[in-house]
């Protein structure tokens, strides 16, 4: 059978300091956030986990700065004024909803770019039908970031899904991968109410834009000896769609909503109730994203007209969420509420970028794939 070829899209997570971990590995874990009543900021939020300088894999930006360069490639560097003014309009968005502006995105140049554990490295992906977005967890020994400009993917939006990937750079997960929202599928970590097969939230991962050709392939063959060495067997689609793990080693996009066992901080809420979910952060891929549309022939407009992967309990679909909310906000700011951070001039307050963030070759080299 020949080696599936599927491109992960985007979105989740931040860089981190040390050697590279796959996407969704520890990172760090901040003091659990105590839950007080539904509405309140004290709720959890999903985001890496911190690990001590010099034990581990996962840690914060240094000073709040995610430095990036641009990869030498020919398609990139002919895209480098459009993603250097999306990625600035991404990061406005941001502090305009009250992220502190200490947190900056600065270009750096020449032998910086070849320590590829203190830069982000961006990459244009085009617009064909293989182009995708995706972002690493957190600052790792190879931190990439591959972003394009197509409008018929993530939040629709080019700014918002450029806003998306940041977050993830920073150090948030997707909002619906919490385990503690799912049953009926691997690494959820209860009997979540939310999201899964017979759950309101549902789970159709027959409609991912992938599951066609990913089932056509025959899904995913593993070797099953020792050292890989002896017999093959096949990983069908009923296990692909339900095991994160398994997802990303076919690179099928279902790694992208599948809860992630042993990552992040699924804390403080038990998703028994609506409540539980940040339905307003831009880290929840709204009802549509990654999947196949509904009419391939019409045009994308402010209209998600792509079939259902998840919604919301009421039945209502989950919105396309332009901007970040409050507690998306208050997760970085609580995340980095112990690094320092040098405030923005007003001569390069928006003009000074570096870093980049992806989930390098859809998920399996240490970052995410957004849809």
Known sequence: MAPLTLILSLLFAFLLHGQQVLAGSAIWQPALVPRSRPHSLN???FYARKAAPGFGVAQPWPNRVIKYCFNPNPATQAAKAM???NLKDARKIWVAKGLNSNFRIEEA?????????DVLMISYTGNGANSGMGSSVGQLSTNNMHLTDRVDMGMLDVVANFAHELGHAWGLYHEHQNPNFWQGVVDATGNGELFGPGNPGQWNCENLIDYASVALGGGLVVQTGQNNQGNTRTVDMQRLCSSYDLARGAR??????????????????????VDDVDWSSIMIYASGAGAVPLDPGEEPGETDRRARILQQPNGERIAKN?????LDILALNTLYADVGGTKLSLLNSMTSFKKVYKTSDSGPSGGSGCL
Do not use: Q
């Open 83 to 85: 993603l250097k003014k």
């Open 43 to 45: 709720r959890r939020y």
């Open 109 to 117: 140049h020449g032998d910086a770019c070849l320590d590829l554990e």
């Open 322 to 326: 332009l901007f970040p909310s409050a």
């Open 252 to 273: 099928f996009t279902a790694l992208d909503y599948l809860p992630m066992g042993g990552r992040g901080t699924p804390h403080s809420t038990n998703g028994k109730g």
